[in-house]
């Protein structure tokens, strides 16, 4: 059995991921989040391929282990897996709740990197994954500490992946939009009144950046970007040495 798996599928650029799958094809796509009635809501309006609703709070270990045991059970050919679901917090560390902080690193990071680890012993030739980073992960952000923290090792950890996946010919892309009009802004508590950089943010279109971004995993593409504004930043994140950068990029 093919399938895909989408976490984070049940609002914004997971919504999207779920739309762009649909002209493939698998027996099933997997769709994985919190809110299970968003889930099967975007499953009846946008399915065209049978979908298995999982219903998982991903920041918890146990979450892991039952997805891990529907693998099992399963034994599918993982063809796509979509390492999305992430959360961001805005303000200063010490401000931030110090729980919603290690929760994003637990989302962020460790399942991110769990469900890999997971995914791969079912993994053929040809399988991609899609990690979503974001231009965070270019320079440090302060206000923004841990989350550019935590996509900065998802950018890492999908450089250094594709490489060991070489030679059994599975990619790994780090997808790193910049800011995209999704719930993101609300549960990171960016106040849209605020003069801050993240509101001067020209936004992407988030349509455009599943379907570019899973048209440039196809392609083998170890990174993509979208927009010339942010191709440009990730350009400036490699010259610009981050103690001038970090002067600039405070969000
Ligand atoms: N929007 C931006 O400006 C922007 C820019 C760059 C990168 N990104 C990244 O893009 C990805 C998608 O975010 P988005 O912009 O589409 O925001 P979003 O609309 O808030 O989507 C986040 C998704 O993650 C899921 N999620 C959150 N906490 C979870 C948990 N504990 N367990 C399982 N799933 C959880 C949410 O589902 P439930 O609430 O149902 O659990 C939702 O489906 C994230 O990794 C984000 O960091 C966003």
Not at 6 to 17: K, N, Q, R
Not at 71 to 89: S, V
Not at 146 to 167: D, G, I
Not at 223 to 251: D, E, M, N
Request: charged share 25%; proline share 4%.
């Amino acid at each position: 059995m093919n399938i895909a798996i989408i976490t984070g599928a049940s609002s914004g650029l997971g919504t999207e991921y779920y739309k762009v799958i649909q002209d493939e094809v698998l027996d099933e796509v997997w769709i994985i989040a919190r809110r299970e009635g968003a889930l099967n809501e975007i499953s009846q309006k946008y399915g065209k391929i049978k979908t298995r609703v999982i219903p998982l709070d991903l920041t918890v270990d146990e979450s892991h282990e039952k997805l891990l045991n529907i693998i099992k059970e399963e034994n599918p050919n993982i063809k796509y897996l979509f390492n999305n679901a992430g959360f961001g917090a805005y303000g200063k560390l010490d401000e931030i709740d110090l729980s919603k902080q290690t929760n994003m690193i637990d989302l962020n990071v460790k399942a991110l990197t769990k469900i890999t680890y997971y995914a791969l012993g079912y993994m053929q030739e040809g399988a991609k994954i899609i990690n979503t980073a974001s231009i965070v992960a270019f320079a440090p952000v302060p206000n923004m500490a841990v989350y550019s923290a935590t996509k900065k090792y998802v950018m890492s950890f999908s450089r250094a992946l594709r490489h060991e996946l070489r030679k059994r010919k599975i990619n790994v892309t780090a997808v790193c939009p910049g800011a995209m009009p999704t719930e993101f802004f609300t549960v990171a508590g960016v106040d849209s009144d605020k003069k801050s950089l993240i509101n001067k943010m020209p936004f992407c279109n988030t349509a455009k950046v599943a379907k570019n971004g899973f048209k440039a995993a196809k392609r083998g593409r170890a990174v993509y970007t979208p927009r010339l504004l942010y191709k440009f930043l990730r350009l400036v994140g490699k010259i610009v040495p981050h103690s001038i950068l970090i002067k600039f990029v405070s969000a």
